[in-house]
Structures are given as structure tokens and as C-alpha cells.
């Protein structure tokens, strides 16, 4: 062999050997390799709090890496583009054994609803109820706008997790976050995850309803049982519809944030009426 070939043949292999070395366990299995082993099922998971309004929950999932299964962790993302939805990713059992269906963003009109058997939920239930929250300290406000989050008990690692409060910028204007709350259930506690929504739009006057009689006097209720010790109970009133007063009974509710306070509905005299100030929550 010539010493020019011999010189060629050797930069190739020296050029092969400085490549990276692939293993079968990091490749992914959205290429449609099967693995005889089932995964198991998905794990709960503490949901935090929501960045903002655009943000998406992408649910931890199993993968196959280096020869079991890998639990990788839920998170928040951004949609890569306008009305974009999140396909989560998923578990095809065929008959020579389980394939990795990897999840993508896919354009809302193009997407097919997934079977029922692949949903995957990240409800929490825990069957003692969670402690009573700690004393926090809120230190002032670190720039104009920003807005309170208090903390909460999450749920990770078979235990109660003390989320701090923290300030933070709300992710557009006019919004207000809903605390994370823990819901009583027949069956345990459920935590419900905080998320920001706007605001209600309050009533303008122009919206106020004047009546020259008298409202009755309020009815005597009878108050079933609290669904929760985070439930509020929102007394009955009357209203005005269809020119008479028709009674709305009370309820249980959900304050929107820990330090709420319900102002209740109640009939003022204006001297030429009797006018409706609205419920609500501040």
C-alpha cells in the first residue's frame, strides 16, 4: 500500500475515534424501539405555583436510560408558538413490548383526543390533613406592582413540604392569584394548585338596582356541613329579579387568596330607594 493511502486511512480513523460514543440507553425511544419491561406507574406530583397566565404544566413521564426506567419530573413551559398545545408523552403496549411515544407541541386544530387509558393525573391525595401554615415575615415590596405569594404545605417525598412565600410580578395586569389550597375530600386531603386569573370586574353604578320597598327580612338558614376548614360560608340574600325580591341561598366558598375578606350583599337606603350593593371578595 502507498504512503499516501496509508496517510488517508489513518486520518479517517483518527477521525472516527474522535467522535462521541452513542449508547442504545441514551437514544430516544420515539424511534419506535421496544422494551419488554412495563413501566411503572406515573408518580404524584406537587404542581407548584404558575409562572404566569401562558405558562403550561408538562407532567413528569418514564423513559428508558441505560436499562430502567428514568422518572423525569413535571414542569412549567412556554408554548413554542400560539394557540399550541402540549401532547404529553406516553407508553405504547404492542405485542413485542412497550414503546416511547415521546410528547410534542402540536397546533390546537390538529389535535386528536387522547384514549382515555393514557391520561395521566397529577391530583395529590394524602390522608392525614396538613399543619397548621407557619408565621411568615413579608418584607417590603421590592419594585412597584409586585404581589404577595404566601406559602403554603406542598406534598413530596411521602411528606408535608413548607413552600415560602415570596413577592413576585404578576404576568399581565388586572389579574389575581388563587392560592394553593388543601381540599377536604371522603377520601383524604387534595391539594388544589394556585394559578392567576383577572380580576372580577366590579359592578358599576350604573348596574345598581333601586327598589322603593323595603327587602323582607333575611330567612333563617340552615348551614350543612363545611366541606373544608378553608371554606367560608357566604350568607343568603335577597335580590331583585323580575320585579320582585327572590331569596339566593347561601353557599360554602373558597376564599381567592389566605387573607380574603367577604364584604356580604346588603340593601342600603338612598332616601328616594332601596339600593343593592353586591357581594364580594377583597
Known amino acids: 500500500m502507498s504512503l499516501k493511502k496509508l496517510c488517508v486511512l ?10 462521541p460514543a452513542l449508547h ?9 424501539v421496544a422494551i419488554r419491561t412495563a413501566p411503572p ?27 430502567r426506567h428514568v422518572w423525569i419530573a413535571g414542569r412549567w413551559d412556554l ?3 400560539e394557540h399550541a398545545v402540549y401532547i404529553p408523552p406516553r407508553w405504547d403496549h404492542r405485542d413485542d413490548g412497550y414503546v416511547f411515544i ?33 408565621p411568615e415575615t413579608i418584607t417590603s415590596k421590592p419594585f412597584p406592582g409586585a404581589e404577595w405569594i404566601s406559602g403554603y404545605w406542598g406534598w413530596g417525598n411521602g411528606a408535608y413540604i413548607w413552600n415560602a412565600g415570596r413577592w413576585v410580578e404578576p404576568p399581565a395586569p388586572n389579574t389575581d392569584f388563587i392560592e394553593p389550597h388543601w381540599e377536604a375530600r371522603d377520601n383524604g386531603y387534595a391539594l388544589c394548585p394556585g394559578f392567576w386569573q383577572e380580576k372580577s ?9 333601586y327598589v322603593t320597598e323595603p327587602p323582607p327580612p333575611p330567612r333563617v338558614e340552615v348551614i350543612i356541613k363545611r366541606p373544608s376548614r378553608n371554606h367560608v360560608w357566604i350568607g343568603g340574600y335577597w335580590h ?14 373558597l376564599r381567592p387568596h389566605r387573607h380574603a375578606v367577604y364584604d356580604a350583599p346588603r340593601w342600603e337606603n338612598h332616601g328616594h330607594g332601596f339600593v343593592l350593593i353586591e357581594g364580594r371578595w377583597r
Open 24 to 32: 442504545a440507553g441514551d437514544v430516544s425511544l420515539s424511534i419506535g
Open 240 to 253: 331583585w329579579q323580575g320585579g320582585r325580591y327572590v331569596w339566593i341561598d347561601g353557599h360554602w366558598d
Open 79 to 81: 408554548p413554542p408558538r
Open 102 to 134: 415521546d410528547g410534542r407541541w402540536q397546533d390546537a386544530d390538529n389535535v386528536s383526543p387522547a384514549p382515555a387509558s393514557t391520561a395521566n393525573t397529577t391530583e395529590i391525595i394524602v390522608s392525614q390533613p396538613p399543619p397548621a401554615p407557619r
Open 41 to 67: 406507574p406515573p408518580r404524584n406530583e406537587v404542581v407548584v405555583v404558575r409562572p404566569s397566565l401562558r405558562h403550561v404544566w408538562i407532567p413528569g413521564c418514564w423513559i428508558w436510560k441505560k436499562d
Open 201 to 209: 370586574p366590579q359592578p358599576s353604578a350604573s348596574a345598581q338596582i
Open 10 to 19: 489513518g486520518f479517517a480513523l483518527a477521525s472516527l475515534t474522535a467522535l
